[in-house]
T-cell receptor, first 115, second 111 residues
Framework: DTEVTQTPKHLVMGMTNKKSLKCEQH?????MYWYKQKAKKPPELMFV???????INESVPSRFSPECPNSSLLNLHLHALQPEDSALYLC??????????????FGPGTRLLVL | QKEVEQNSGPLSVPEGAIASLNCTYS??????FFWYRQYSGKSPELIMF????GDKEDGRFTAQLNKASQYVSLLIRDSQPSDSATYLC???????????FGAGTQVVVTP
């Protein structure tokens, strides 16, 4: 089973709202990722968690705040977003981070619209 | 120069024909290579991964890797309309989590 789940599927929020995206996997993977994908562009890495610790932050603005409460769960807290943050937010997981052969599996994504 | 280059397409392929997708990369230290398929509005789905030079076959898909030429390709045999999607080439250059993606090639299979 290579399933990564994400909720909600769609989210509309105003620039003053606070919302959270949730990602879950039960494959025993110890690495989890957040990506942002704009239309007709490839995914862009935002954050990497390895063994529940943040290991990579790709200079993402502080209005995006990741959290990894346990090895199965990854959250992305959103606050004071801008319209240009509207995108498909993808979560992925892999068995581990270290190792060139670790394969990442993507969840279905959350489509975010910021008004 | 982009790190991972793909033709954006669209690549138009008659049903039943072979679709050939190419990907070149600049970092000779790249260690592992992945092909993802992405339908419009959906998330990327892993199709193939390849680490060693040569060919790797899985059903109708064959990945080919030539590290000396810094080139990886994906062949789709007996193309079906359901293969119409964007195909993303991705690679890892180090032991950490960062995947480098190409811009993707859009494939359109025509009945």
């Amino acid at each position: 089973d290579t399933e990564v789940t994400q909720t909600p599927k769609h989210l509309v929020m105003g620039m003053t709202n606070k919302k959270s995206l949730k990602c879950e996997q039960h494959m025993g993977h110890r690495a989890m990722y957040w990506y942002k994908q704009k239309a007709k562009k490839p995914p862009e890495l935002m954050f990497v968690y390895s063994y529940e610790k943040l290991s990579i932050n790709e200079s993402v603005p502080s209005r995006f705040s990741p959290e990894c409460p346990n090895s199965s769960l990854l959250n992305l807290h959103l606050h004071a977003l801008q319209p240009e943050d509207s995108a498909l937010y993808l979560c992925a997981s892999s068995p581990a981070v270290a190792g060139a052969r670790e394969t990442q599996y993507f969840g279905p994504g959350t489509r975010l619209l910021v008004l | 120069q982009k790190e991972v280059e793909q033709n954006s397409g669209p690549l138009s392929v008659p049903e039943g024909a072979i679709a050939s997708l190419n990907c070149t990369y600049s970092d000779r230290g790249s260690q592992s290579f992945f092909w993802y398929r992405q339908y419009s509005g959906k998330s990327p789905e892993l199709i193939m991964f390849i680490y060693s030079n040569g060919d790797k076959e899985d059903g109708r898909f064959t990945a080919q890797l030539n590290k000396a030429s810094q080139y990886v390709s994906l062949l789709i045999r007996d193309s079906q309309p359901s293969d119409s999607a964007t195909y993303l080439c991705a690679l890892k250059t180090d032991s950490w989590g960062k995947l480098q993606f190409g811009a993707g090639t859009q494939v359109v299979v025509t009945p």
